[in-house]
């Protein structure tokens, strides 16, 4: 009779249990690992909640990658936990109907207290040009202080350092960084172009005037630029 492989992968305190498009954390895992476990991989699964991890209560690393984890996430309170990576999963803090949902984020700074190093990368709610081609360095430079706005004691935010001198910009403007998606109809009406005129005139070699038409446009992704249309009159 063959030997049925286990799904777990042991090494000492790390316990993997990667790519089982497990939708639940499969409760002999608790069970049996959860006493003792130091790092734990739940990476490409299919996972949405993580209710399963209260037993694992010396938990330190968090890693889980690629599952379909959201702004709902829910984890019990881990003191110890100080790494969780949540890269690919469908975190968005996008605005509800009470507001901008940044719940997980203080969420996070209750539970998890000694938490240094946090990475969102591939989630909606993180800017950053390798995964969103669309946004700008200023759009993620914002995103970063208003996490560590919300969350001070972070060393290591995606695959960056904090710095004293971004900790300190964070504290002082952090609150006012929120990186977020307009609804559709607002979409739709910044769309459209809004022509701003300017009276300014220049005087060209033929002796006729250019008046300078510039128009303001919103990106389809939401970020505002600048048309330039020049007009002979």
Avoid at 203 to 215: A, D, E, G
Wanted: charged content about 25%; aromatic content about 10%.
């Amino acid at each position: 009779m063959a030997h049925r492989e286990s799904p777990v992968v042991l090494n000492g305190t790390q316990v993997s249990y990667i790519g089982h498009d497990s939708k639940d954390i499969p409760h002999f895992l608790g069970e049996t690992y959860g006493k003792f476990a130091r790092r734990l991989d739940l990476s490409f699964n299919q996972l949405r909640l993580l209710a399963g991890l209260k037993m694992f209560t010396e938990l330190e690393e968090l890693v889980v990658d690629n599952n379909l984890l959201g702004n709902d996430l829910q984890l019990p309170r881990l003191p110890k936990l100080h790494t969780l990576t949540l890269n690919k999963n469908q975190i968005s803090f996008q605005k509800n109907y009470s507001g901008y949902n940044f719940a997980l984020l203080e969420h996070l700074a209750d539970v998890t207290p000694s938490l240094e190093y946090l990475s969102l990368l591939g989630n909606e709610a993180c800017p950053n040009q390798l995964v969103s081609l669309d946004k700008d360095d200023d759009d993620y430079q914002r995103y970063r202080y208003f996490v560590l706005y919300k969350l001070p004691q972070l060393k290591f935010l995606d695959s960056r350092k904090v710095t004293k001198t971004e900790l300190k910009e964070a504290q002082a403007r952090g609150a006012f960084m929120k990186v977020v998606k307009p609804k559709s109809e607002e979409v739709s009406f910044f769309s459209t172009f809004l022509k701003v005129r300017y009276s300014r005139k220049l005087l060209v070699s033929n002796k006729k005037h250019v008046s300078q038409c510039w128009f303001l446009k919103k990106h389809e992704e939401n970020n505002i630029f600048i048309v330039l249309d020049n007009q002979l009159r």
